[in-house]
C-alpha cells in the first residue's frame, strides 16, 4: 500500500507533463470529434415542421432556436407569419392562434407561425436581420401592432430600446449608432457569410443535444423527445389570458400616440419592409387588430387618425396593406391580442378580403 502511495505523485506528473507528440495526438484526437460531431445522427437532418408550432416562451430569447425554425418553416410552409406576441399568441393556446385558423380554414399547411413573444418593431429589424436569413424568396405576413406607437411606451429618449433582448445585435455592432453601426453590421455579416467555420457551425447547432433545460421543465417525460427534434418541442406551458378584457371592470383607455414622422417604432417597421424587399419577398402588412372597445372617445378618435397616416405612408410606396375590421368585444383579451375566436375571425376576413395573396394566386405565370 505504501509503495503505491509512494509512486502516485510521480504519476501524475507523468500524466501532466505530456511530451510535444502526446499533445499533437490529443489535439488531432479532439478535432477528429468536432469534425464528427454534427454527423451523429441525434436528430433528423430535414425534420417536419408541426402545423401549429411555435417557439416556446421560455426560449424567446434564444435566437439559434428561431433561426433553426425559420429555416425549416421557410422551406415547408408556402407563407411565414412575423410579428411580435399578437402573431404568436400571447392570449390563446398554440391550437388557436392566427396561423392555425388559417391552415384550418384553408384545409392545408399553408401558414407558420414567426411570431415571437415581446419583439418590438426595433428588436423584430434585428432579428431578421441577423437571426433569420431563411426568409427570403417567400411570402411573408408581417403584422405591425400600434400598441407600440403609444406615448406612454416610449423612452425617456424618445424610443424603445433593445431591453430584454440580449445579444440580439452581434457584439461587433451592437454599442454603436448611424452609419458606423451599420458598417460595422454589414461587415459582421459578410464575415459570417464567407466564414469557412459557418456551415460546420450552423450543423453543429442543429445536432446540439440541448435537452437538459427541458427536462427539468418535463421531469416525468422521456428526454428522448428532446433528442430527436431540431427543434424544443411545441407547448403552452406559459400561462396565458384566456378571458376576455371586460370581464372585470376596466376604465377606459386614456391614451396619446406618437406621429409616424417621430416614431422610431414606425421607422424601424419601415426598416423590415425594406429588408424582406431586398431578400425577394412578396409582403402584406396587417396593420392591428387593436380593440377600440377599451378606448375612451378622444383617444379612439386620435387612433383612427392615425391608422389612417399609416395606411397612407404605407400606400404611397406601394405596400400591400390590410386592416382588419374592429373584432367584436368579447373577442379581445387586453388592447391588443385576441382570443382565440377573435384569431378567427380574422383569419375569415384576411381570406375573404385577401384570398388572391394568401393563396398564391396573385404570383405571375
Not at 407558420?112 to 429589424?125: S, T, V
Not at 457584439?171 to 448611424?178: E, I, M, N, S, V
Not at 431586398?278 to 392591428?288: A, I, S
Request: aromatic fraction near 8%; proline fraction near 7%; include cysteine.
Amino acid at each position: 500500500m505504501e509503495s503505491m502511495q509512494a509512486t502516485r505523485p510521480d504519476q501524475e506528473r507523468l500524466a501532466l507533463n505530456l511530451s510535444l507528440r502526446d499533445w499533437l495526438v490529443v489535439a488531432l484526437l479532439v478535432l477528429v470529434l468536432l469534425a464528427a460531431a454534427p454527423s451523429i445522427p441525434f436528430r433528423p437532418r430535414a425534420p417536419r415542421v408541426e402545423r401549429d408550432y411555435r417557439i416556446p416562451f421560455a426560449l424567446s430569447s434564444r435566437y439559434d432556436v428561431y433561426r433553426r425554425y425559420t429555416t425549416l418553416a421557410a422551406d415547408q410552409f408556402a407563407t411565414l407569419l412575423v410579428g411580435d406576441s399578437v402573431v404568436w399568441g400571447q392570449c390563446s393556446l398554440k391550437t388557436d392562434t392566427l396561423a392555425h385558423h388559417l391552415n384550418e380554414l384553408t384545409k392545408q399547411p399553408r401558414f407558420a407561425n414567426c411570431g415571437l413573444d415581446g419583439m418590438h418593431p426595433i428588436a423584430l429589424a434585428d432579428l431578421l436581420e441577423f437571426h433569420a436569413p431563411a426568409i427570403a424568396r417567400t411570402r411573408v405576413l408581417v403584422q405591425f401592432d400600434p400598441l407600440w406607437m403609444m406615448e406612454e411606451l416610449r423612452a425617456e429618449k424618445g424610443h424603445v430600446t433593445l431591453y430584454n433582448r440580449p445579444d440580439l445585435v452581434p457584439r461587433l455592432a451592437a454599442h454603436f449608432t448611424g452609419p458606423f453601426r451599420e458598417t460595422a453590421s454589414l461587415s459582421w455579416s459578410h464575415l459570417m457569410r464567407n466564414s469557412p467555420l459557418k456551415d460546420w457551425g450552423e450543423r453543429l447547432a442543429d445536432t446540439r443535444v440541448d435537452f437538459l433545460a427541458w427536462s427539468l421543465d418535463h421531469p416525468y417525460e422521456s428526454p428522448l423527445r428532446a433528442i430527436s427534434s431540431t427543434l424544443p418541442p411545441s407547448e403552452d406551458l406559459h400561462r396565458q389570458r384566456l378571458v376576455r378584457w371586460d370581464e372585470h371592470p376596466t376604465l377606459p383607455m386614456d391614451s396619446s400616440w406618437s406621429s409616424p414622422d417621430e416614431s422610431e417604432q414606425w421607422k424601424a417597421f419601415r426598416r423590415i419592409l425594406s429588408l424582406l424587399e431586398r431578400r425577394g419577398n412578396r409582403v402584406l402588412v396587417v396593420l392591428g387588430p387593436m380593440n377600440e372597445h377599451m378606448m375612451d372617445i378622444p383617444t379612439r378618435t386620435a387612433y383612427g387618425k392615425l391608422k389612417a397616416a399609416l395606411l397612407a405612408d404605407l400606400a404611397k410606396d406601394g405596400v400591400r396593406v390590410f386592416a382588419p375590421s374592429l373584432l367584436d368585444s368579447a373577442h379581445y383579451a387586453d388592447i391588443c391580442h385576441p382570443l382565440g375566436p377573435g384569431y378567427d375571425s380574422l383569419a375569415r376576413e384576411l381570406l375573404l378580403k385577401e384570398s388572391a395573396w394568401m393563396l398564391g394566386l396573385d404570383e405571375t405565370r
